[in-house]
């Protein structure tokens, strides 16, 4: 993969990516949807590439699937579905188009590969990783087995295929604890993010839940005293934390919820002042259907999902280079377990 800037100049022998004008009037109804948060000289530098990409899947016979943590100009610029890690599993196994382009890390890619094995799945850039799906191997998961014979394996899809193979079924921070609740057995295994897990077992006081020591290098950031010293600055702050933050950060928070949970909760709350304790992409996708809602608090950025930007993504169209594959033995059995999450969230919850 050539450098960005590398990129860049590759790129503008192929198309036409001078900002202008015109260009950035054409596709001005894409900037309603960022323009609180995309200032009009960046969206200038954008818009080229915008039109560019949506020109081409079109040609290509593809969609692009974008997770919540993509930059605005992804998220609301180029993006076909946006979602969770769940809604874009479930969204997958939808997909009519030959060519699925996943904005988002590997393991996502590989979700969409394993639920759509005849199709093309094209990541733009192939070391756009995740800490939790490398702090964990199939090695781990027979370990937590030969520990706790017979207890059944929960692993977040945040893992590889060789590892979702290795498990029973898979979950998401939506759906962790309705799968958590509806095993039959006592004691339950949750792999690899140990803080999920612990504030599953909050949820699910009558389960046992034994974890895996993994973790988010975003949400592994933020402290209780952090939550605390925003609320004394700024008392009527209603602060929303992700289920992979530690638990007395959970604690800290007036909510806690997926990406999607936390979107439906700020939507039907409408708080006048918001911390979102999550990715800070989450607060500048949802800003501009929010004006009456101020985003406040830190901002820590995921090094892998941004790794993801316009210009590789123009470039895995142009090229069809970054195609995600999965080993045909592994991807099976993977699929049994990512299948029975997506029918377990299907299911009412008990």
Not at 151 to 166: G, I, L, Q, R, S
Not at 283 to 289: V, W
Not at 320 to 338: C, Y
């Amino acid at each position: 993969m050539l450098d960005q800037i590398a990129l860049r100049a590759e790129l503008a022998d192929l198309y036409d990516l001078s900002p202008s004008p015109e260009i950035a009037s054409a596709n001005a109804h894409l900037y309603k949807r960022m323009d609180r948060v995309v200032s009009p000289p960046d969206w200038a530098i954008h818009a080229p590439f915008v039109a560019a990409i949506n020109k081409l899947k079109k040609e290509r016979g593809a969609v692009i699937l974008a997770h919540n943590y993509m930059t605005p100009e992804i998220y609301h610029g180029i993006a076909d579905v946006v979602g969770d890690s769940l809604q874009l599993a479930i969204e997958a196994t939808k997909v009519e188009a030959d060519v699925i382009v996943q904005c988002g890390v590997h393991f996502m890619a590989e979700t969409s590969k394993i639920l759509n094995p005849s199709k093309t799945v094209l990541i733009p850039d192939m070391e756009a990783g995740c800490s939790l799906a490398e702090s964990i191997t199939a090695a781990g998961i027979a370990e937590m087995r030969a520990k706790y014979p017979g207890a059944p394996v929960v692993t977040y899809v945040n893992t590889t295929a060789e590892v979702k193979a290795a498990s029973d079924i898979c979950c998401t921070s939506s759906n962790a604890a309705q799968i958590v609740r509806g095993l039959d057995s006592d004691t339950v295994i949750m792999t690899p993010d140990k803080y999920l897990a612990q504030n599953i077992a909050a949820l699910v006081p009558e389960k046992q839940i034994v974890w895996w020591d993994g973790s988010c290098i975003v949400h592994e950031q933020y402290t209780a005293q952090d939550l605390r010293d925003f609320r004394e600055w700024s008392p009527d702050i209603r602060i929303i934390a992700h289920p992979e933050c530690p638990p007395d950060v959970v604690a800290e928070a007036d909510f806690s919820g997926s990406t999607s949970g936390i979107i439906d909760y700020v939507t039907q709350q409408r708080p006048e002042k918001a911390m979102l304790v999550t990715e800070c992409s989450m607060a500048a996708n949802i800003s501009d259907a929010l004006p009456d809602v101020d985003f406040v608090g830190p901002c820590n950025m995921c090094p892998f999902m941004k790794k993801i930007t316009l210009e590789k993504v123009l470039w895995s169209l142009h090229t069809m280079q970054g195609e995600v594959e999965v080993d045909q033995f592994i991807a099976d059995k993977a699929r049994v377990a990512v299948q029975r999450m997506i029918d377990f969230s299907a299911s009412p919850a008990g």
